[in-house]
């Protein structure tokens, strides 16, 4: 390793030459949504439903919030703004009547210059009470949106290879097709279909002899204002704190070191493709002054992994969360579960106070009998569950306090306590106590925490942002947790500590980088003498990242990143990477390159980075092994109505001849990438 660190450095003298002879590094939107997303990369994954998070944000390019009439559920969308934020943001127009200008926005407290550089591209300033339009005339200019992708690799992989036999044990092709059509009529009306096949899936054959593997559809409708919205088909549903009800991708512990509280967006039509984290039946939101009630059906079949005991009675082990129906046993496991799910979320929304409570309520057809390990002695089993939660949001001036109660069928409780204090513009806190029952049950819970489940956690987190001088902002989080029972990394209970500092520093008005330390050490189990035992695991990082831009048309970055794993061996990694994004000036389109090196000792020490992708997507590859990795991605605007996208990448790894295991075993040493992706929009 010591060769290694030396011929890193004369390659990262070279990407920070390139990086600081620049001129400096334009705010534009798209930086803004990479930002964001990259905030959170070490809790999401692809399949993940945080494409709902780049879906807002490139709807807002195209359809601005009008700040002078908009609410706290719309602002939340910019996903930018902490609620103390917000809430200053909604007394301003309303004490002070309509802006007119992002520059008056400064003269509400805690809008720095920086944020508001941010959200001006999602943002405008229009009337406060602007007529309605009628529902004809809404339908006639409506949006109409079209999308086609196509992604695969180019290597086939083992589970495309027929045996002696002639059979591959994947029953379709590589390559992934999705479909999305979508139209809106301003908020009066909003309806769409979405469908997709995974690579490995047949499609127009096989068990999917009617084309795809998934469909999801919905039709969303405002009547007036007492029925603000009525869903028929996929929707998801969010409240609270997240204890009891909130589907799809929640933030998580970042950069966005204020973020520890929710603005819940009630409820909303379904247009992602992860198969299992929404609802399908119908749903509505009545309104009653300051009252709100969503009453929400669910019915739907669902993966489950189907045994049968030794009387013939039929029951699941567990949920199958991939969605990936390739195989003969994964197809057989496909929609095996009915489930039923019925609940409603009642709010009372006051000027500076709200409180609401929820209710789910969930039935199988079939019960869950879970293998009996000891991780799985609390969680849930049976074939119904209900929780019920209380949670109050209060914003006052500069501190803003929340929590949720919450208590399952179980007897189980779980409980979050949080508050946020932005005493300047110079200096705010956050704080966040929590604590969940290792017999809380959930299963649609969705908060702030460590692990991905709602129970068996107590944690306390705080959390910083400190702007000592003009240009400079300062950022740190400390979260505490522990378990009381065993999970499924861990023998017996445990504990675990995080802490995350960041720098960002503005150079100039276009040119910025900062340096960021994250430093994680929790307990794993471990196979000793035959017996587990429980050993601390600890991770550090340290990234220094830089922006620039080189000329109008080119972008540049760089960065550096190093890990250092200890568990009971010690391992290290390191990656470094560049960026360039070209605009030409007389052509419609938008490139971006990198070409990335990395070196770490095993999975353990892997390194995450963002990537460009196609619209409304997202990719988040971990770096581990040696090797390099290259991609290109092109966005042509052959008109107004019609755009296509092009991305290219390419892993050579250089210390194996065989890549992954298992049916997605590479035999060589490269993987390869295509995606392909068209959108007419009229």
Avoid at 626 to 654: Q, V
Wanted: aromatic share 14%.
């Amino acid at each position: 390793m010591k060769k290694t660190a030396r011929n890193i450095v004369p390659i990262a003298a070279l990407f920070l030459i390139l990086s600081m002879g620049a001129k400096a590094q334009e705010s534009d939107p798209r930086t803004m949504i990479e930002a964001i997303i990259e905030a959170q990369l070490e809790n999401i994954d692809e399949e993940t439903d945080a494409a709902l998070i780049i879906e807002d944000l490139e709807q807002l390019l195209e359809n601005p919030i009008n700040i002078n009439a908009t609410n706290a559920n719309e602002l939340s969308k910019l996903y930018l703004l902490d609620p103390i934020q917000i809430n200053r943001l909604l007394e301003y127009v309303k004490s002070y009547g309509p802006v007119y200008s992002v520059f008056e926005l400064a003269t509400v407290e805690g809008f720095s210059r920086d944020l508001l550089q941010k959200i001006e591209p999602f943002i405008e300033f229009g009337p406060q009470k602007a007529e309605q339009p009628l529902l004809k005339d809404q339908l006639k200019y409506g949006r109409h949106e079209l999308i086609l992708r196509s992604l695969g690799t180019l290597q086939k992989t083992r589970g495309y290879k027929k045996s002696e036999e002639g059979v591959s044990p994947y029953e379709g092709n590589r390559f992934r097709y999705y479909s999305r059509y979508r139209f809106e009529a301003g908020e009066k009306l909003s309806a769409g279909i979405t469908s997709e096949k995974d690579p490995g899936e047949a499609f127009l054959k096989g068990s999917n002899k009617n084309g795809f593997d998934y469909y999801s559809a919905h039709i969303s409708v405002k009547l007036n204002d007492t029925f603000e919205k009525i869903i028929v088909g996929d929707f998801i549903v969010r409240s609270g704190q997240g204890l009891a009800l909130w589907q799809g991708y929640t933030m998580g512990k970042s950069i966005n070191v204020l973020a520890v509280s929710k603005t819940g967006q009630g409820l909303r039509p379904y247009t992602s493709v992860d198969e299992n984290a929404f609802f399908r039946g119908t749903a509505g939101t009545l309104r009653f002054g300051k009252t709100k009630l969503i009453l929400y059906y669910s019915r739907k079949n669902i993966d489950g992994n189907i045994e049968t005991d030794g009387d013939g009675k039929v029951y699941f082990t567990s949920l199958q969360s991939s969605g990936y129906h390739r195989t003969e046993s994964e197809i057989t496991d496909e929609n095996s579960v009915k489930t039923q799910d019925a609940g409603a979320v009642l709010s009372f929304n006051f000027r500076n106070f709200k409180v609401g409570g929820s209710f789910v309520y969930q039935q199988f057809d079939k019960p869950l009998i879970r293998s009996p390990q000891l991780y799985n002695r609390f969680r849930f089993s049976g074939s119904e569950n209900y929780t019920a939660s209380i949670d109050y949001l209060f914003n006052k001036g500069k501190y803003q306090f929340f929590g949720e109660a919450a208590i399952s069928k179980s007897k189980g409780v779980a409980f979050v306590q949080g508050a946020v204090a932005r005493l300047n513009d110079q200096i705010s806190f956050a704080a966040q106590l929590r604590h969940f029952d290792k017999n809380y049950h959930a299963l649609w819970g969705n908060t702030f925490s460590e692990g991905t489940s709602v129970n068996n956690e107590s944690g306390l987190y705080f959390g910083t942002k400190i702007l000592p001088a003009k240009h400079i902002t300062l950022s740190a989080y400390s979260d505490m947790y522990r378990s009381k029972w065993a999970t499924f990394s861990t023998f017996g209970p445990s504990k675990g500590w995080d802490i995350l500092t960041q720098a960002d520093v503005r150079l100039s008005r276009k040119h910025t980088f900062y340096i960021c330390y994250k430093n994680e050490e929790k307990d794993q189990k471990y196979k000793s003498d035959n017996q587990y035992i429980n050993l601390p695991e600890q991770t550090q990082k340290v990234r220094l990242h830089f922006n620039a831009q080189l000329s109008e048309q080119l972008k540049s970055r760089t960065r550096f990143e190093y890990a250092h794993y200890k568990h009971a061996e010690s391992e290290n990694g390191y990656m470094i990477y560049q960026d360039f994004q070209y605009t030409p000036a007389k052509l419609p389109l938008n490139l971006s390159v990198r070409a990335a090196w990395y070196d770490t000792e095993s999975y353990n020490s892997r390194i995450y980075a963002y990537e460009n992708d196609l619209l409304y997507t997202f990719s988040v590859p971990a770096y581990y092994g040696k090797g390099f990795r290259t991609y290109l991605n092109a966005k042509y605007s052959i008109s107004n109505h019609f755009e296509c996208w092009l991305k290219f990448a390419n892993t050579r790894w250089t210390d194996r001849e065989t890549i992954s295991s298992g049916y997605n075993e590479i035999n060589g040493k490269c993987k390869t990438e295509l995606k392909i992706q068209l959108r007419l929009k009229f």
